[in-house]
């Protein structure tokens, strides 16, 4: 370009060569091409900017981004927003942009920014959900999680309940609506609406177990599902009906010990796992997690970028504080069991949703977690039987769907059973 502001033609006539060349031009050299080009030709050349832009942010081949990743981002929205409107692919294009934009904002923490965008992108899929007719909006479970992970969980209640009506219709085909039932679960349970959480949470339930018995999912999801179920009953006063459920994945479990699982599917199986156990350990997070949490009920691949580091970051703080209590513990078990053991508990389900998150190989990086978690859990059953025997059947529980996790079936139905004898339910 020239200094009246003019594309020079040499300009034009260089980035023309340089997409017509033979071999392999670079993502820059891409970019740069486009960008002359897109002020001469921009109904030809903006989509393919903004197409250039987002390659350029992130370098697929090492898996980091750009150094200017968040600036090639905005660059992108920007370019998108200047295609003409009338182009039926201006509303993809742009809901692209703002979605890769968005993620960079939230990862250098400009969180309200970045909610702005899931706003935006919201609008647009309304806008093409109102064409489709189709009732399942692009973009309202990310706007959710965003809304759950700022606090304000009424509202993202609201927004999963609007995307559960929408798919429930079309069932539990390719497993998509197991997760959003979760999601749906964490949200009212943290909004308070136990009485809806309970009922999502009965339905979730039955659908599982109705998978699992014609064969087409996995009886350890519908165990981890009871189990959860059973806690949350428990949470609100239901305790006549949480026997009842334990007492069915009693049953659930002596089967998987006995014949393994039925049948092979796609092992998505752990990965249930570690969002259920996540969420059974809900209490005990809130209480040691200030500022945007996790949603409950999500994978973290539903996760803000910042929310995901922060909370995994926050293993290495846990394990000081754990290593630091652990001998004031036995020396003043009055003053310090209790705290251990409920910190050790938040540790091991960080480390636990990090490692699963990470690799098919987590089960040896977290089994000494749960079995430390055991340990302490019955020095403080001795020590205070009265609170410390159900903690000690909690943690069971914990290590039992670890087990399962780690396909360790017969392990895994002696912790049941232990745990069922510390709550008074055993045969």
């Excluded at 079309?170 to 949200?187: H, V």
């Excluded at 973290?300 to 970028?305: D, K, L, N, V």
């Excluded at 703080?317 to 508990?345: C, F, K, N, S």
């Amino acid at each position: 370009m020239n200094h009246s502001g003019k594309v020079d033609q040499d300009d034009i006539m260089r980035a023309r060569n340089v997409l017509l060349a033979s071999g392999r031009r670079t993502a820059r050299e891409e970019v740069d091409a486009y960008r002359v080009l897109a002020q001469v030709s921009p109904a030809s050349y903006l989509p393919r900017l903004v197409k250039a832009l987002q390659h350029l942010s992130y370098d697929s081949s090492s898996g980091r981004p750009h150094p200017a990743s968040l600036a090639l981002c905005e660059e992108a929205v920007a370019a998108a927003r200047a295609v003409d409107p009338a182009d039926p692919a201006r509303a993809d294009l742009l809901y692209g942009a703002l979605d890769t934009c968005q993620r960079e904002l939230f990862t250098v923490g400009r969180r309200t920014e970045g909610l702005a965008l899931r706003a935006e992108m919201l609008a647009i899929g309304r806008a093409q959900a109102e064409l489709s007719r189709n009732p399942a909006v692009r973009g309202l479970r990310d706007w959710a999680a965003g809304l759950s992970e700022e606090g304000r969980h009424a509202e993202a209640a609201d927004a999963l309940t609007e995307w559960v009506a929408a798919v429930l219709p079309g069932g539990p085909a390719g497993g998509g609506l197991a997760w959003s039932l979760l999601e749906w679960i964490g949200a009212l349970d943290d909004a308070g609406r136990s009485d809806e959480a309970l009922a999502a949470f009965e339905s979730l339930v039955g659908m599982m177990g109705a998978e699992a018995a014609d064969d087409r999912g996995w009886m350890t999801c519908h165990l981890y599902c009871l189990i959860g179920y059973a806690q949350m009953l428990d949470t609100y006063g239901r305790g006549e009906k949480a026997v009842a459920v334990r007492q069915e994945a009693l049953a659930l479990l002596t089967e998987l010990a006995a014949t393994g699982e039925r049948t092979s599917w796609s092992d998505y199986g752990a990965s249930y796992w570690a969002v259920l156990l996540s969420l059974s350990g809900a209490d005990s997070e809130r209480s040691t997690t200030g500022g945007p949490r996790p949603p409950s009920g999500a994978t973290p691949m539903e996760w803000s970028p910042d929310v995901k580091r922060r909370y995994f970051d926050s293993r290495v703080t846990l394990r000081e504080e754990v290593d630091t209590l652990a001998p004031r513990a036995i020396e003043d078990p009055d003053q310090h069991l209790a705290e251990l053991v409920r910190l050790h508990r938040v540790l091991t389900v960080r480390s636990a949703v990090y490692w699963e998150h990470r690799t098919h190989l987590f089960a040896e990086r977290v089994r000494s977690l749960f079995d430390d978690g055991v340990g302490l859990a019955r020095r403080l059953s001795q020590h205070r039987p009265a609170d410390g025997t159900p903690t000690l059947a909690k943690v069971l529980m914990d290590r039992s769907t670890f087990h399962t996790a780690a396909r360790e079936f017969g392990p895994a139905l002696d912790d049941f059973r232990e745990a069922l004898s510390c709550l008074g339910e055993a045969d």
